[in-house]
């Protein structure tokens, strides 16, 4: 393959015009106009600045070693959706500043996306009209969106995702982070194109979704698998944090086989879960502290669907409403390693789509729920004035903690549960009443 190198504007235009099907970049070309990589052609090398949207791809391209740059409300890389295969778009090392947004939509029946090594330095997707909804919300794009927006369930994307990251500590993306789905129906549940990813690994992401305080339908998630995503792995390397209202750090509305955090889960902002659960997830495993800072900011809640194992490193909530772990359906097994803690008391909390009026209680099984096995390495500990350690209304079949079970706060229970549990926790060291 000969490489056309181009260092100005008017001659990556002109190379595109001649057919040239392998461009090499040289140097930084601004002001470029909005172009299209036509099929089978590649890219490589160089920085491209745009001022509205930036590189079309169409089928079966490369984009290697380079960055392009748009305004953040903008998509630096997206997809011709007139195309009916997209072949293979591959991506690598490849830095952007602007959303990068890749879908089957219109005539899109099929394709693969072989990202590695994507990085998005700023992005705002607060704007974007087409959401997915599930669970009483609407859920924001990401930075870096993969997507199956087609109705039909024989259309099918396949991809396999390595290093993905998006946004800073001191310049979080706007919107969600790192964003897979298929297509699903308003209850948020798959029911059309799908999208089956071999393995998805981000790096640091970093989000701000920009949501109003107070508002009960609107989420987004630093790193989201949605429902029409079928997952084999996910592995977060880096830390995912959350700054804003609403900011889920991880959540999971498809269908994923195991799940691993290696990174820091943090959220900072109201309503901002640790880790939630409303799809299939077979092994889950957390290998960092989940830790969450804002007013009704859960650390861990499985809500719907359905889930294997969970294991965790340790888990802490310092916020009103803030519970630790909350569970509505059934967990066989829960392992935290280290300490279940909270610090706050009571406070509103958005609970598929409502604002709820929550106390943070360590470990809460609502009615319905069920945990096979549980067991925590360390304490388990409020601090919150009336506020218990535990709160068991469902099921429990039998619990282990490594240290004790105390509810610090004045007049806090400490556990919570009707007689029928009694067995189940007669081993357990309890401080308080």
Request: charged residues 20%; contains cysteine; negative net charge.
């Amino acid at each position: 393959m000969e490489w056309i190198r181009v260092t100005s504007a008017r001659e990556f235009v002109e190379a595109l015009g001649s057919g040239a099907l392998a461009i090499e970049v040289v140097g930084r070309l601004g002001a470029m106009p909005s172009v299209t990589l036509p099929p089978g052609a590649s890219l490589r090398g160089g920085s491209l600045g745009f001022g509205a949207k930036g590189l079309r791809l169409t089928s079966n391209n490369t984009v290697q070693d380079i960055t392009i740059t748009t305004a953040p409300h903008e998509v630096a890389i997206y997809n011709d959706t007139a195309v009916t295969d997209l072949g293979t778009l591959a991506l690598a090392n490849v830095t952007t500043t602007g959303q990068v947004y890749l879908a089957a939509d219109n005539q899109v029946r099929a394709g693969r996306i072989e990202a590695d090594g994507v990085h998005v330095t700023a992005a705002d997707t607060r704007g974007r009209f087409h959401r997915p909804t599930g669970f009483g919300v609407e859920a924001l794009q990401g930075a870096f969106t993969l997507w199956n927006r087609q109705p039909d369930p024989a259309v099918r994307l396949t991809a396999r995702l390595e290093r993905i990251s998006a946004g800073s500590a001191s310049e979080p993306v706007h919107g969600g982070g790192v964003f897979v789905g298929g297509h699903g129906d308003t209850a948020g549940k798959a029911d059309g194109g799908t999208v089956d990813v071999e393995l998805l690994t981000t790096g640091d992401v970093f989000s701000n979704g920009g949501i109003a305080p107070g508002t009960p339908d609107l989420i987004s998630g630093g790193v989201f698998v949605i429902s029409g995503a079928n997952v084999a792995e996910v592995r977060n390397l880096g830390t995912t944090t959350t700054y804003g209202q609403n900011d889920m750090v991880l959540d999971n509305w498809g269908a994923v086989t195991a799940w691993k955090a290696h990174g820091a889960v943090t959220s900072w902002g109201p309503s901002g879960i640790g880790f939630v659960n409303f799809g299939e997830i077979s092994t889950l495993s957390i290998e960092a502290p989940v830790e969450t800072f804002g007013l009704g900011a859960r650390g861990f809640n499985v809500y719907d669907g359905s889930l294997g194992e969970a294991v965790f490193e340790s888990i802490t909530t310092h916020g009103d409403g803030s519970v630790g772990v909350q569970v509505s359906r059934e967990v066989p097994r829960l392992t935290i390693r280290g300490d279940l803690r909270t610090e706050g008391g009571t406070g509103e909390s958005l609970v598929k789509g409502v604002l709820l009026p929550l106390s943070a209680i360590a470990l809460s099984i609502k009615p319905g729920g069920r945990i096979g096995t549980a067991s925590v390495g360390g304490d388990v500990r409020t601090e919150g004035a009336c506020v218990p350690a535990m709160e068991l209304e469902g099921s429990l079949d039998e619990i282990s903690v490594g240290g004790t079970v105390t509810a610090a706060g004045e007049r806090s229970d400490v556990v919570r549960a009707g007689p029928e549990l009694a067995a189940a926790l007669a081993g357990l060291t309890i401080e308080g009443r």
